[in-house]
Structures are given as C-alpha cells and as structure tokens.
C-alpha cells in the first residue's frame, strides 16, 4: 500500500497521501486524496458525508470516503482513508489531516451517522460546521428497535414514516411526535429517548431550519438591480466584497477618450481629481470590460471603475459579467495548470455559480437520506478512486 502511494505521488506531485502509526510503531490508519478532489472539495464542499461504516476488507479495516454533491446532484469525491479503528483519537487525526490538505477550509454541514465518538470528535474539529446524522442510518434501526410495535399494531409503520417524512414545521414534528409516543405506549423506550433528544441533527424540520437560519436574506445598500442579481448569485462573503466596489464605485465620473476596432476607451477618476486615474476599456457588443488597476486579475473581484462604466451605460443584468468571468477562467486556465491557479479559478467559480448556492439545502437532503450502498455509483467518474480501491482490496 505504501509503495503504490509512494508511485502515485511520484507520477502526480499534487496527490497527497499520510499515515497514522499506533503507539507500538505499526502503520494503522492511512489517507489519500488527489488533486483533483481538493479542487473539487474547494467548489463544492459546502456540505460532506463522512461515513467509516461504509466497507471493510479482508482485515476488518474500514473504507472511509469523504464524499459531497455537486451542482447537477451528483455525487463527488473528496478523498479516502482506511482505519483500523474508530476511536476518537483516530478520527481526529483523519478529520485534522483531511482539513490541512483542503486548504484549512471548513464545510458548512458535515453528515455522519450516529455514533459518540465521532459527534465528539466532529464538535472538536469542526466547530462552526453543522453537524447533521445520516437520516437513511437511523431509520434502518427502526424496525428492529420497534418490531413489537409493528407486529401489534398495524398502522404504526407508516404513522411512524408519516412523523418523520410529513411534518414540514418544528411544531408539527413535536405534535406527532408526542402524540406517536401516547398512544404505542412508547414512554419508557430508550432509544427513542436518544434519538429524539438529538432530533435536531437528523429530522427533516430542523435541518429545514438550520438552512433558512444559515441563509438570511442579504441586505442591499443601493438601488441598482446589479446589486440585488449579485445577491443571488455571490457567497455572502464575497458579495460584501462586491457589494463594497459598487458603493465606492459612485464617487466616480468618467470621460470616453476614444473608440478603438469597437472598444469604447474611458478615463475613470475620483470626483474633482484628476489623478489617479484608470483606463476602462469597454466591449459594448459583448457587455465585457477591462480595466488599467487589474483589481480582477489580483483579486478576482470586479472594480470600482468597471462598475461605474456599466451603471452609466445601463449595464444592469449581472448575467453579462459572469459571462465575463467564464471568459477569463477560461484563457487563464489556457496559460497556466498550477494546483494553485486551479485552487484560484475553482472560486470564481464558485461565486458566480447560482446553482451552487441554491442547492445547497438540495445538497443537505440527499445525502442525508441517500443510502450508502448507492454512493459507488459516484465513484465511476474517478479514475484515482477505482484505482485506489482496486489496490485496497488487494490488500
């Protein structure tokens, strides 16, 4: 197994592999994730699943992905380990190991399944992340937990189904809920105590409320309907960035200068100075534009200047700069290859990715209630996954 990581790592610098050794000096846990995986992580890893219990070979080591949704609903890939054991000090070190090689970002929601070691391990090392149980997980216990009621009462079942899958508020859940326990005389049930007392992590109307409170609505500043297309289509964070240029943006006036092969040339300064002053070049056919400070390039934020140009030629859908932004992606993308230049441009396109920000609560939903027999499915894509899983069953 160490050879091949190390033979990986020597055809690919960008595939990262490590390996936790016990205290007798043996190698017990190992983790590996490739390039494309931590780019992908950076874009979508908004919400993760991370689940030990998902395979184990022939020496009772578990197969653990880290696996996320993209924006077509499609299941992805952030990386691999395999463990051989699941005590808390093991999944810290991979939850620590994993985090340092996604670029210190945390994930908005990490799902797992229910277990204590974990829950503490994740509130240790995610602490602003929200920690959701695998819904799929906890309802497949049901029937061997509440078989005496099942066997005696015919409609406990679906009543039970109906609590869980039908209650689209937090009072209708607790209503039913209550109501289940009265009359199947449940009051004394244990494990129905558990799971009701982390009900916050799993039922359907809590994570509901987890996404709305996690997602308020933006406040807008200005009147332009730029800002309010920006809203729905930035991260927060970068939107206040976005947000900040297009107020600065209005203690600007500008003066065209000349037009060159269709490109109108603008001169752009601050009101009653003359100096400095920046040079915004306009695509009035493609509604594109460039401009002399290259705050783009640098920051991947558009400027001040090149907002005044578009407010003052009615250039109000957002729509026709994130054509832009693809523009650029794609001709640096051209020029350059680095993990970091990849790293750079999955965020732009990140933020200008609607479909990502929108589903995000999709996201939550699937793979809280997605079955891990069916998660392979995603895997098929991934030649460094097939691999690597041909290999550990061999091994």
Not at 14 to 26: C, L, M, N, P, S
Not at 203 to 214: L, Q
Not at 247 to 256: D, G, R, Y
Not at 328 to 342: C, D, F, T, W, Y
Request: hydrophobic residues 40%; aromatic residues 16%.
């Amino acid at each position: 197994m160490l050879k091949y990581f190390q033979k990986r790592q020597s055809d690919s610098p960008e595939f990262f592999y490590a390996i936790h050794i016990d205290v007798e000096g043996h190698l017990a846990n190992y983790f590996w994730v490739d390039a494309r995986s931590r780019i992908a992580y950076n874009n979508f890893g908004d919400v993760i699943l991370f689940y030990p219990k998902y395979l184990t070979n022939k020496y009772k080591m578990s197969f653990v992905p880290f696996i996320g949704v993209n924006n077509h609903h499609q299941s992805i890939l952030f990386g691999c380990a395999l463990l051989w054991d699941e005590t808390e000090e093991t999944f810290q070190w991979l939850l620590h190991t994993w985090q340092e090689v996604m670029f210190g970002i945390f994930p908005r929601t990490i799902i797992t399944y229910q277990d204590a070691a974990i829950t503490n391990v994740v509130a240790k090392v995610l602490p602003n992340s929200v920690h959701h149980f695998c819904m799929w997980h906890i309802e497949k216990k049901i029937p061997e937990y509440l078989s005496h009621v099942f066997h005696e009462f015919d409609d406990s079942k679906s009543e039970f189904s109906k609590c869980l899958h039908c209650t689209a508020t937090l009072e209708k859940f607790e209503t039913a809920w209550i109501d289940i326990i009265k009359i199947y005389n449940l009051e004394e049930h244990n494990w129905l105590h558990r799971i009701y007392a982390n009900r916050k992590k799993w039922i359907p109307a809590y994570v509901e409320k987890d996404y709305k409170t996690n997602h308020s609505k933006t406040i807008l500043k200005t009147l332009y309907p730029m800002e309010d297309e920006a809203a729905k289509i930035y991260t927060r964070k970068v939107f206040q960035k976005f947000q900040e240029e297009l107020i600065q943006s209005q203690k600007f006036i500008s003066k065209k200068i000349e037009v060159e092969d269709g490109i109108h040339i603008y001169k752009v300064h601050l009101f009653q100075r003359q100096t400095p002053a920046y040079i915004v070049r306009l695509n009035l056919e493609l509604k594109n534009a460039t401009c002399s400070c290259h705050k783009f390039e640098f920051m991947e934020i558009l400027c001040r200047h090149v907002l005044m140009i578009f407010i003052k030629k009615h250039i109000t859908h957002f729509h026709h700069v994130i054509y832009w932004i693809d523009g650029q992606v794609h001709i640096l993308m051209s020029k350059r290859n680095s993990v970091a230049v990849k790293h750079s441009l999955m965020q732009i396109l990140q933020w200008n990715s609607q479909h990502i920000r929108n589903l995000f609560k999709g996201k939550v939903a699937v793979l809280i209630h997605i079955p891990p027999h069916l998660w392979w499915i995603c895997f098929t894509e991934s030649v460094c996954i097939l691999n690597l899983f041909v290999a550990y069953m061999h091994f």
